[in-house]
Structures are given as C-alpha cells and as structure tokens.
C-alpha cells in the first residue's frame, strides 16, 4: 500500500509531480512517501532498503547491488533571463562567461565536479554564490541576479513561462549528466511500484526525444 522513492530536488521540482498525477490516476489508494535526497544518499537509501526506487544523477553503471531501469543523457546548459546578452546564443564557452556572475553549485551537488572537471584552462569566472539549492538558483537567475549551470530538469516551469531560457554549454571535459532510475538488484518489484517505474521510464524516453530549448531567433 505505500512506495518509498527517492529523488534529487531538481526531479522533485521538475517531472515528479506530474509522473506522481499519473500514478495516482491508475492507483489511487497507493501511498508515496517522497524523500529529496543527494545522489549519492539516494544510492545509499536504495541499497540498504529505505527507497523502493531512486532517481538519481551520474551513478556508477557498476555499481554493486543496483540495477538501471532507464536512463536519459541530459545536457548541461547555463541558464539565465530571456534578456541576457547570452540568451540569443546556439551555445556558450566559458571564455564567454568570464564578466558574469555565477550562482554557483556547492559541492553537495554532483553537477560541481563535472563542471570543476572541465574548467581547467579556462578564465575564471566570477562566483556571487554557492548553494545546493536548485529552485533558489533558478529563482535567482529569473531575477537577472546571476546565471547558473543546470540541465532541463527542475526548471521546465520556468523555461514554459519564459521567465529563463538555457542555453547548451561547450568546454572541454564537459559531458552530458546521466539521469536514472534504480532499485535493489535482484528486487522484484510489486505491481504499483512497478507502474512507477514505468511512468518514470517512458518520461526519460520523451526527455531524450526532445530538442535543447533556447530562446526564438538564436544566432
């Protein structure tokens, strides 16, 4: 009667509620409890049994005791207002981030090392802030207080209602993030969660299929 899921904030602020109307349409009686957890504990959880599933960012393919049930390929973008002088563009270097306040990922994120990964050699940037809070990041960029590094995912509201566009980011040693879902190996999974599953699986596949969104008339 209940599943435990596990799910980084930016899918908790992103896909998951509409994935959650979908389920419930099919399994009202069904309890979800969601916890917001960091990749790595999401693993964990899923491991030693406290999530039933977990949708969590660039885990290991050889992980001992998990399986992949799906995972999509998501490239990482800056975001930033429909106005900034970088919105226009088919993509962005660091070189031309050089002048721009960063509201920055911490390193509670697993985005910070990807991106620490591929900035060697490269001009610096000008952090404003640190945080592991993907809504205050995207807030704060809507409101033209700085531009931030993140996927699609977790801003899909905010790119709809054109209040931030995200724009491809190019660097070297930058790689797309990997984004999936998992269970216990060897779990066999009951019907409701294994609906779940499912739902989350054909979301990826429609993630996969649809075109970076930049702002109209990009250069």
């Given at each position: 009667g209940s599943i435990t899921?596990?799910?980084?904030?930016?899918v908790a602020r992103g896909m998951l509620p509409a994935l959650l109307s979908q389920f419930w349409a099919s399994v009202p009686d069904?309890?979800?409890?969601?916890?917001?957890?960091?990749?790595k504990q999401i693993l964990a959880a899923i491991q030693d049994g406290t999530c039933d599933l977990g949708i969590a960012f660039d885990a290991p393919h050889e992980r001992a005791r998990l399986d992949r049930l799906a995972v999509a390929s998501?490239?990482?973008?800056?975001?930033?207002?429909?106005?900034?002088?970088?919105?226009?563009?088919?993509?962005v270097r660091m070189?031309?981030?050089?002048?721009?306040?960063?509201?920055?990922?911490?390193?509670?994120?697993?985005?910070?090392?990807?991106?620490h990964e591929g900035r060697e050699g490269d001009p610096t940037e000008s952090p404003r802030m640190a945080t592991?809070?993907?809504?205050?990041?995207?807030?704060?960029?809507?409101?033209?207080?700085?531009?931030?590094f993140q996927t699609r995912i977790g801003v899909e509201h905010e790119l709809r209602e054109r209040t931030l566009v995200?724009?491809?980011?190019?660097?070297?040693?930058?790689?797309?993030?990997?984004?999936?879902?998992?269970?216990?190996?060897?779990?066999l999974?009951?019907?409701?969660?294994?609906?779940?599953?499912?739902?989350?699986?054909?979301?990826?596949?429609e993630l996969e299929r649809r075109p970076v969104g930049v702002a109209p008339g990009t250069t």
């Open positions: 899921i596990g799910v980084v904030e930016s069904i309890n979800v409890d969601v916890k917001v957890l960091g990749s998501l490239p990482i973008g800056v975001i930033m207002p429909p106005g900034h002088r970088l919105a226009r563009r088919k993509r070189a031309d981030l050089a002048a721009e306040r960063i509201l920055g990922p911490d390193t509670g994120l697993t985005i910070n090392n990807l991106l592991n809070s993907i809504a205050l990041m995207a807030d704060l960029a809507a409101r033209g207080a700085g531009i931030a995200f724009v491809p980011f190019h660097a070297s040693g930058i790689k797309p993030r990997s984004l999936g879902v998992y269970v216990r190996t060897g779990l999974l009951p019907a409701a969660p294994l609906l779940l599953s499912k739902l989350i699986s054909a979301a990826f596949q």
